[in-house]
Every structure is written in C-alpha cells, then in structure tokens.
C-alpha cells in the first residue's frame, strides 16, 4: 500500500506544480509539469490530450530559437493573466480569464440582447473601455477602490485555514487505521474502505500505469512528432486493469432480461483483512461455521439479488389445514414438546400469516374463504 501511496502523491504533486506554475507565472515549471501531465493522459487514455499537447510542447521548445523575444516574455510571465499586482500568486490562464471577461460583458448593461444589432454591438464595443475607465476613476475618488481592500491572498484568511486544517484532520482519521506508512498486517493491496483485497494482476497493473504512460508518452514523440508518423493518425487505448478491475462481470439470464453482476472469489482473504483490522471485531469461527459463502440469501432471494416472490401462500394454508386434526383433541394444549418415533422430542410452531387475518377480519362471515380460515386458525372448541 506504500508503494501505491507514493504513487498517487505523484501525480497529485504534478497537478500541484501546474497549478503553481500558473499562479506564478513559471514559464519553466508551466512545461515541465505539463510534460509530466502526458504520462497520465497516455495512461488514463486521455486521447485528445495525449495526442494534442506533445506537439503543443514541441512548438513552444523551439520558440526559444526561433522566436527568443517571445519566449523571453513567456518567461516574464507574460503567458498568463495577472488580476492583482499586488496579491501574489493570483495569476490565472489566458481562456480562464477570457471566461471572466465574457461573463463582465453578458451581464447587466452589457451585450446580451444586442448580439443581433451590428451597429449597436459595435458602440457598445468602443464606448465600453471609457465606460470603465471613468467607473475606475469613480471608485478611486471615493476611494472605494483596491487601496481599501486586504492585500493578503483569500486562501489566507482566518475561515479559509480553519476549514482546510478541519479537512486535514478529518483524513488523518480515515487513513491512520488503513496503516499507509508504517508497518501492515497484510502484503496484500486492498481497497481502504471496504477492505477488499486487490487481485495479483490488477495490483501489477496499478503499479505499472507510470511505467507504461512513459513508455506510451515516448514512443508517441518518436513516432510522431520527432518522426515521419502522421500525427494525427487514430491512437489506441491503453488497456489497463484498475481497481475498478477487481470484480469480474457475470451475466445472468432472467426470463427475457439480462442482468450483469460483479463477484469475486477473494471473499475469505476479505474477511481475514476485517478481522486483523483495527476498525473491526470479526468472529471467524462463528462466521464460517453459521454463514455461508455467498452474496445473498439463498433461501430469500435469487442469485442475482432479487428477493423470491411470495406466491406459494396457498400451499401454506393447505399445510395448516391438514395439520388440523378432526377428532377435535388439543393440538396443542400445553407447550410440551412432539415425540417421534425414534424417542426424541422435536419442538413445532405455528405460522400464522398476518394479512390473512386482517383480511379475514375483514370479510364477510359467510364467505367460503371466511369459513375456510376460521377452520385453520380455530381452537379446540372449533369455533367457525
């Protein structure tokens, strides 16, 4: 499980680092982290990303030869948009900030519902910077402006930390019992909620997803980008097993309908995992001797899950009604256990169908139906 947790950190640090080289404006670690990024879209089969953005990083490496003024403001910074000069780290990308941009237009005195008048469109377009301008000017005159604002970043305020510290402990508690990096009970992976083990093959194959995106991610820069391969040729997915591989699917025909399942054979290796745990008290002698192995109850519900129609009620009724006896003697009168032939005591009950009797109840008393449950459920004296 260490081995996958250092994994996932990985790829959650690669995010990180492109997300900082954004807010930063980091030319450098914008191109690094995105080249890092193409091992997951290779892996995860990303395809348009896989197949689009090593081509994207392939022109912007050569703008440094070809265009060096262009990437000496690339590396000012200037391939991002800086909404506060004086806030750090507040930078956003170009189609983000275009998104800001659209929504300032499509809002209250702006361009929705004149889209369809050029002229209109067009005066709207030349006056909307003046507009601005003097809007900026009224604001510093009243000073209402940023120079009354904090100066610190919003993730830094008071609420913001308390609620991230909050998060922070809440997954400490979860992960602590699943023993992530320290010492284990078991050499197996397992899934961290419902501690189901993780097959041999699956595990191999959850490891291997950084060694194959590379692998995927190199091959397609030689072929393609570096080579004669047509670029835009069709990709193949990566087939890889993940832990959503670990039960197989079983297809059950049920009358005109199929129905696909998911089992797995790893239920005792399950049960051994929750016993060792530290979040769970698991008899297993009491469960392997009482329970057996399945998915569901046998005697109530069908394989795939569906619980049995109660439509045999009748056949009840007809046991109970031969268990009658005619000569009128006490079936029951005391609570003393049946004797059978061998010499050994056996105890019998009674099951009384609830809604038989609210119907009876309900019914009218000359009804055969009526007469017939009286009959069933009447005592000794016979009452119908």
């Not at 994994?7 to 900082?20: A, E, S």
């Not at 300032?104 to 369809?116: C, E, H, L, V």
């Not at 919003?154 to 609620?163: G, M, P």
Request: glycine share 4%; charged share 20%.
């Amino acid at each position: 499980m260490y081995k996958w947790a250092r994994m996932y950190m990985r790829q959650d640090m690669t995010l990180l680092q492109f997300q900082r080289a954004i807010r930063e404006g980091n030319w450098c670690l914008y191109l690094s982290s995105m080249e890092k990024l193409c091992t997951y879209f290779f892996a995860y089969n990303r395809l348009d990303y896989a197949q689009n953005i090593p081509e994207y990083l392939a022109h912007m490496h050569e703008l440094e030869t070809t265009e060096p003024d262009m990437w000496q403001e690339f590396v000012n910074g200037d391939f991002t948009i800086n909404t506060s000069n004086a806030v750090p780290f507040t930078r956003i990308g170009i189609d983000q900030a275009m998104e800001h941009l659209n929504k300032a237009t499509k809002g209250q005195g702006g361009i929705t519902g004149i889209t369809s008048y050029p002229a209109t469109l067009f005066r709207f377009c030349l006056t909307a910077p003046e507009l601005a301008r003097l809007s900026t000017e009224a604001e510093h005159l009243i000073a209402a402006s940023n120079s009354t604002t904090t100066m610190h970043h919003h993730c830094l305020s008071q609420a913001k930390v308390a609620r991230q510290e909050r998060a922070i402990a809440q997954l400490k508690t979860v992960l602590a019992p699943c023993k992530l990096f320290g010492p284990s009970d078991t050499i197996h992976m397992f899934k961290l909620m419902s501690k189901e083990i993780i097959a041999p093959n699956v595990q191999e194959s959850i490891f291997s997803t950084e060694q194959v995106g590379k692998e995927a991610f190199r091959k397609f820069v030689e072929e393609r980008v570096a080579g004669n391969g047509n670029l835009w040729a069709k990709m193949t997915k990566i087939k890889l097993l993940t832990w959503d591989a670990v039960a197989k699917d079983i297809k059950l025909k049920i009358g005109s309908e199929v129905m696909t399942l998911k089992a797995t054979s790893s239920l005792f290796a399950r049960l051994l995992v929750i016993a060792r745990s530290s979040r769970e008290i698991v008899d297993l002698e009491e469960v392997i001797g009482r329970h057996e192995f399945a998915y569901s109850n046998r005697a109530l519900m069908n394989p795939e899950g569906s619980i049995h129609p109660t439509n045999d009620k009748s056949k009840v009724i007809q046991m109970l009604k031969d268990l009658v006896q005619t000569d009128r003697d006490p079936i029951l009168e005391e609570s003393t256990p049946a004797t059978t032939d061998d010499g050994e005591t056996s105890q019998t009950c009674l099951v009384v169908d609830g809604m038989a009797v609210v119907q009876e109840l309900m019914a009218p008393l000359g009804s055969s139906q009526s007469s017939t449950t009286w009959k069933v459920f009447s005592n000794d004296h016979g009452k119908q």
